[in-house]
């Protein structure tokens, strides 16, 4: 679904006389069709960039220097600009405001569905069920801007869903979100993935969302895919992870710890997972 | 001094008529505490918040800082008294450089300019801003500008820190550095509040949680305590920490304790195994 080859991309540099960075520099990513890939990384790592670049922005929209090729679905985002990929990828802002300007939340919902020109039945179908699925039944007639912060992220999350991509791009999911919330995204995002198989590649910082959801994890450092594998192979490699500015679930921190006191060797990185691991135990 | 370091009593406030946010909110917190306030997306933290520095005022009801009663008072005024850490950066930064951004608060306590000089330097030193100390705030990444309003509050140095949702959008080394300042403020005497949805950091850090549901402090305690009101977590949309959350399935094994950190639940792990070997 995702190839990522040799890229490195500089937004355009601030003044003349400074060269802009490399903000991605030598990734290399592949993403399998069906898969739900966690981006994880330090702050200024590069992962709203790979974001932006899996959706064609950048450098589309942003400009800048690109070299090396992102290829979405078959498709060269150089050759197949952010329309030409709409149909295929869905891009969740790290701000909910970036992509809200409807005036009602159910108008908000509709818009991508309208401009796919799908039949008014199918958009009214679609827009209930995203509205049911993410909390927002009470607020449809409501205006995004006198929605609480929790409320806007969902209501992006909901645009974006109901398009049902084959690929979603989605920087920040749970950012600004209350644990309810969250959970809630999280149920929204394992449902629909089933029943569309679609892709995920979300950009996450909360270890517990990615150690219970992703199939796979990358750990962006200086640009590049600095560590890749399974949450539960990365997890449990604290050192490396803090090095890399990466928070890790406080089950796997758990884990470590008892290994060393008890001499165990644990893996669990879930709450259900560290209950039955220490129940045989103690049992 | 007075009893009570920070003081709401009976407070209401909406930003739209017929609409209030905070129904009678009543609470009194000594000085030198370390209280969380938490509660759901859209519970109106930040409206409380906002009452303990004066750019809110109580439309019913009644706030006192320090004994003092804040509608007697401007903001420029409380600033001495309240450092107050807005969500974003955006929101709290405005000078054309990080120096000047660092230095605006000591100026305007009237110190002579070179112990605005010491405390910016000091500040900027804690942060690891030396290197961007000539830069407009606003090329910098978002990580680096919350360390700047952390160096303007580092350096007013206030007794009190209002502080809302200080680790948002941080990295993992940020968050540390973050609350690692936080706990060094409490250290030494200051009175903190912060708002957060990070339950891990509620039941590591604070001393008493406010819990705010339906414009009304819902329940108010040790972290500890609130943890258990299952009821109540449910109805404010709150989920304990997975070491708490364990702590509890491992208690009908003996253990004892409640879990509030991974290093405090490994201590009781690794003691009922002693236990019961």
């Known amino acids: 679904m995702v190839v990522v080859e040799g890229v490195r991309f500089a937004y355009p540099p601030l003044s003349p006389e400074v060269p802009a960075p490399w903000v991605i520099d030598g990734l290399e990513l592949t993403v399998r069709a069906g898969e739900w890939l966690a981006v994880m990384g330090a702050s200024d790592s590069g992962k709203t960039t790979l974001c932006l670049l899996l959706a064609g922005l950048a450098p589309h929209l942003t400009g800048g220097e690109m070299t090396g090729r992102v290829v979405i679905a078959g498709r060269d985002t150089r050759h197949h600009p952010p329309p030409a990929l709409a149909d295929t990828v869905g891009l969740l802002f790290q701000e909910p405001e970036a992509q809200l300007f409807n005036p009602t939340v159910e108008a908000e919902v509709a818009w991508g569905l309208e401009n796919l020109g799908l039949p008014p039945a199918e958009i009214r179908a679609r827009v209930d069920e995203m509205l049911a699925l993410l909390g927002l039944d009470l607020v449809r007639y409501r205006a995004p801007g006198q929605l609480s912060g929790g409320e806007k992220k969902r209501l992006a999350i909901a645009a974006v869903l109901a398009m049902r991509p084959a690929l979603l791009v989605l920087d920040e999911p749970m950012g600004g979100l209350d644990p309810a919330g969250r959970a809630q995204v999280l149920a929204a995002l394992s449902d629909l993935r089933h029943r569309d198989s679609a892709t995920i590649v979300m950009t996450e910082s909360d270890p517990e969302a990615v150690a219970l959801f992703a199939d796979r994890m990358v750990v962006l450092g200086e640009g590049r895919v600095a560590l890749a594998g399974k949450p539960r192979d990365l997890f449990l490699q604290l050192d490396r992870l803090s090095a890399l500015g990466v928070a890790t679930p406080q089950m796997a921190r758990l884990a470590t710890a ?21 129940g045989e135990c103690l049992g | 001094m007075a009893e009570w370091i920070l003081e709401a009593s009976e407070l209401w406030f909406g930003y739209e008529e017929h609409q209030p946010i905070l129904r009678g909110v009543t609470l009194r917190v000594p000085a ?39 509608a007697q008072r401007s903001v420029g005024e409380m600033a001495r008294q309240v450092g ?27 110190l002579p300019s070179s112990e605005v000089e010491d405390r910016v330097r000091e500040a900027l030193a804690r942060f690891g801003l030396n290197g961007v100390a000539r830069l407009p705030p606003a090329v910098l ?24 949702e200080p680790t948002v959008g941080l990295d993992d080394a940020g968050l540390r550095e973050t609350m690692a300042w936080i706990g060094e403020r409490h250290a030494v005497g200051r009175t903190i509040v912060f708002a957060t949805h990070e339950m891990d950091l509620v039941a590591e850090y604070a001393e008493r949680v406010l819990v705010l ?65």
């Open chain 1, 258 to 278: 008892l290994n060393r006191r008890l001499g165990t060797d644990f893996d669990f990185l879930t709450v259900d997972e560290a209950k039955t691991a220490l």
């Open chain 2, 141 to 164: 990444g978002y990580g680096v500008r919350r360390r700047v309003t952390l160096a303007s509050l580092a350096a007013m140095d206030p007794p009190i820190l209002v502080l809302d």
């Open chain 2, 213 to 277: 549901h339906e414009g009304q402090i819902a329940a108010d305690g040790p972290p500890a305590d609130l943890f258990r009101q299952k009821e109540l977590l449910s109805r404010a949309s709150l989920i304990p920490p997975p070491v708490v959350l364990l702590a509890e399935a491992l208690r009908p094994y003996g253990l004892q304790g409640e879990g509030l950190s991974v290093d405090a639940l490994c201590d009781e792990v690794v003691a009922l195994v002693e236990r019961r070997s």
């Open chain 2, 84 to 110: 107050y850490l807005f969500q974003h950066p955006e929101q709290q930064i405005f000078s054309p450089t990080v120096w000047q951004e660092v230095a605006f608060g000591p100026r305007n306590l009237g």
């Open chain 2, 32 to 70: 030198g505490q370390f209280v969380a306030l938490v509660g759901a997306n859209g519970s109106g933290k930040t409206t409380l918040l906002k009452q303990f520095n004066g750019l809110l005022r109580p439309q019913r009801g009644q706030v006192r800082v320090a004994g003092q009663d804040v």
